[in-house]
């Protein structure tokens, strides 16, 4: 298994309009393309991936949502099929236990702590950061890829997952947006034949 | 420098419904996300690339988009940004002579005969296909990267493009989407620092 977890530091709590993901809905095209690029390849989703997206904006933070490649359905990569998907999970009543919104959409009610303490017990917690360890030198297993939005991660979210995290992981020299790191971390765990 | 050439079989050669990218406006969506991974990094635009989208598609086949990072202004990444900057290059008269419609968007009307030429001049043709020679082991100086979409290029679009590539390259065992190539070339291009 790859899970990939996004930091939404603006993503709205609500439902939005889905026609401004960048504006109104607080930069919801980054999560938006973060989720597609994780999950989909041509003509198809990865069985072996499962995102995550941690929303910490108004008006009701903080959200979480799962989507599960092996049982994900009715979904297409562009940014407002996803958008849509978030929307109908983002109308649905949440408590601190997943809830299935669409076959592999599920959305909770968490605070930071325990999204962290949950991804820490699925499998080894890497953070990315400009700073980390060269990937190319980084042997993964079971990896949980906690990424920042174009914010990163609030100090006190960097804190909480530092106390998790097996190594700190850098891509190398260039900053990448969220959605291409998913990318390149998905090509370089296909070429080692990683799942 | 770098280019990045899509083949979009059938997105739409005349002005369409933002709200409607992968439907009427013929999978434009993909056209979108093809031009935004290649030109934006966090925090900003390559300037090193220049990406090139030849529209195939109704009412009047076949119009060339060209986006040049150098340049390049008033943009986002997410797809309705670039969509409503396709637009805007749509809505204006065309000929075979380039012509620029915002900073660094530039429209013409050509044969892919007359394309395929004006790319062959500019640097060394590689053609992405999955039986291709692996990318890791080949060298890539001045690249012009040739890629499909969802459907890949026509028979003879193919031809043609084989007439003038250098070489016929592959990213593995995988098929990735057209977008998630562009990434995976710019991060490969940005290890090996070829600019």
């Known amino acids: 298994m790859r899970r990939f977890v996004i ?44 995102v995550y997206a941690v929303l910490k904006g108004e008006p009701d933070p903080i959200k979480v949502l799962k989507f599960e490649g092996k049982s994900l359905r009715y979904i ?18 949440t408590s601190i236990k997943w809830r299935e919104i669409s076959p592999g959409v599920w959305i909770s009610k968490k605070e930071v702590a325990e999204i962290i303490k949950e991804l820490s017990e699925l499998g080894r917690v ?4 400009e700073d980390g360890e060269d990937v190319e030198s980084v042997e993964f297993r079971e990896p949980v890829f906690i990424i920042g939005d174009h914010l990163g991660l609030s100090e006190k979210d960097e804190r909480a997952v530092l106390e998790v995290a097996s190594e700190v992981v850098s891509l190398g020299d260039k900053s ?14 296909d070429r080692r034949r990683v799942d």
């Not at 990448?176 to 765990?189: H, K, S």
């Open 176 to 189: 990448y947006q969220a959605d291409q790191c998913v990318t390149i971390l998905n090509y370089i765990l």
């Open 126 to 129: 890497y953070y990315l950061r």
């Open 76 to 93: 297409s990569p562009d940014e407002k099929s996803i958008g849509g998907m978030i929307n109908k999970a983002l109308k649905a009543r």
């Open 7 to 50: 930091f939404a530091n603006k993503a709205v709590t609500s439902p939005f309009n889905l026609n401004d993901l960048p504006g109104s809905a607080g930069r919801m095209d980054i999560v938006c393309r973060f989720i597609s690029q994780a999950l989909f390849i041509s003509h198809g989703i990865r069985r072996e991936v499962d």
